[in-house]
């Protein structure tokens, strides 16, 4: 299966489609090592969007 393109975007709640580097896209932005298949965290304690901007 072909890796999910760099700037890949998955939101708080989702399954993480590819292991990697993630950043949260808006302010305030954080970034975070996710696993494939593990949930998509909040930030602050909201719901945020998340953009993969590195390969694991």
């Given at each position: 299966m072909p890796k999910?393109?760099?700037g890949t975007t998955?939101?708080?709640g989702?399954?993480?489609p590819e292991s990697g580097v993630w950043?949260?896209?808006g302010s305030p932005s954080t970034?975070?090592?996710i696993s494939e298949?593990?949930?998509m965290p909040?930030?602050?304690g909201k719901a945020?969007?998340?953009k993969l901007i590195q390969y694991a």
């Open positions: 999910s393109p760099i998955a939101s708080t989702q399954k993480c950043k949260v896209i970034t975070a090592p298949g593990n949930t909040p930030y602050g945020v969007t998340w």
